[in-house]
């Protein structure tokens, strides 16, 4: 398998200009989670899906970041418009849970993560 | 807050010797991972151990957990030189009416030939 597969892997863009982020994760894992590290605030949990179904957003810091999962191959998190505060690495991490939200998280598998700046 | 705190927060030792990170967190658990992140590169995990385990091995490896003072640790046995990276502890507990699994700050682990 290719494991999680995220793009673009750097992106550079100005304040005020939209970003999206894509996913794409082990196929047969049914949980997708966005994290996001700055050396700051280290790795935050933004959002995580269960089943395509967005379980958990409470970590998605404000309105202008968004996140969808149309079917189970493909999520995206995107941030309109974009200040320069967002500049961080986001990781898409997926799993296999067996018991469903609100049950033990297993192992996370991670891609190479979407290193953005905004200038 | 779950989550968990690293100790140290650099740790710089030769090749051969081990290294011992520590780990320590705040709420009751699910189970505790640790996992592994090369520089500019994503994480991968290493180990998880479920809270009603004490001690568990992989290779190299080995982890400790003491649910009674909320602390693990992660034991890396004759390193080398390839064991540079930062170690990262994450705590799968309840939070906020979801499971979720938080991770701590990080341990930057420099093995020098």
């Known amino acids: 398998d290719a494991g999680v597969i995220q793009s673009p892997r750097h992106e550079v863009t100005e304040m005020g200009q939209e970003v999206t982020l894509r996913c794409k994760p082990i196929?047969?894992?049914?949980?997708l989670f966005w994290y996001r590290q700055t050396m700051m605030r280290g790795l935050e949990l933004l959002i995580y899906?269960?089943?395509?179904?967005?379980?958990?957003d409470s970590g998605m810091p404000e309105d202008r970041f968004s996140a969808k999962m149309p079917n189970a191959s493909f999520s995206t998190l995107k941030i309109q418009p974009s200040e320069p505060r967002d500049s961080a690495v986001y990781f898409c991490?997926?799993?296999?849970?067996?018991?469903?939200?609100?049950?033990?998280?297993?192992?996370?598998?991670f891609g190479e993560g979407s290193r953005l700046t905004v200038l | 807050s779950q989550q968990g705190e690293e100790d140290p927060q650099a740790l710089s030792i030769q090749e051969g010797e081990n290294a011992t990170m520590n780990c320590s967190y705040k709420?009751?658990?699910?189970?505790l991972q640790w996992y592994r992140q090369n520089s500019g590169r994503g994480l991968v995990h290493l180990i998880l151990?479920?809270?009603?385990?004490r001690e568990k091995h992989s290779g190299r490896l080995r982890v400790t957990l003491d649910t009674s003072k909320k602390s693990s640790s992660l034991l890396i046995t004759a390193s080398r030189a390839a064991d540079t990276a930062s170690y990262f502890c994450?705590?799968?507990?309840?939070?906020?009416?979801?499971?979720?699994?938080?991770f701590g700050a990080g341990t930057r682990l420099a093995v020098h030939p």
């Open positions: 899906f269960n089943n395509n179904v967005p379980i958990d």
């Open positions: 151990i479920r809270s009603n385990e």
């Open positions: 709420t009751s658990i699910n189970n």
């Open positions: 196929s047969g894992h049914n949980s």
């Open positions: 991490a997926s799993s296999l849970s067996l018991a469903g939200p609100g049950t033990a998280t297993g192992e996370l598998f």
């Open positions: 994450a705590t799968d507990g309840f939070s906020g009416g979801y499971n979720k699994l938080i």
